[in-house]
């Protein structure tokens, strides 16, 4: 698993974000997140749980097409940027359902 935390400005309700990652399943591609948020008033909230998967491109793709989504785009940004798989850090998909 992998654990770190971050210090928010000053300006920021809270004080700190610790945040904890573990993999539960490396095929699936299924990554458990929990983060712990403390207050500055110390107060700490830890309600914040969730599981996330990951999907190659070629598997968004055939999902939507399993479900009648048709030219589908991609792109890395907003601004059409080439989206390179394992690059880039954000994926725009575009999709028309026929």
Do not use: M
């Not at 971050?6 to 539960?24: A, C, K, N, S, T």
């Not at 394992?86 to 999709?95: D, N, P």
């Amino acid at each position: 698993f992998y654990t770190y935390w971050v210090e928010f400005p000053e300006d920021h309700p809270f004080r700190f974000g610790l945040y904890r990652q573990e993999i539960l399943d490396c095929e699936k591609s299924l990554i458990f997140t929990q983060n712990v948020y403390v207050r500055r008033d110390g107060f700490i909230d830890d309600s914040k749980k969730e599981i996330t998967r990951f999907y190659s491109l070629e598997a968004l793709e055939n999902l939507l097409g399993s479900k009648g989504f048709r030219n589908i785009k991609v792109a890395a940004n907003f601004n059409n940027a080439e989206y390179i798989e394992g690059k880039s850090e954000r994926l725009v998909l575009l999709a028309l359902r026929i």
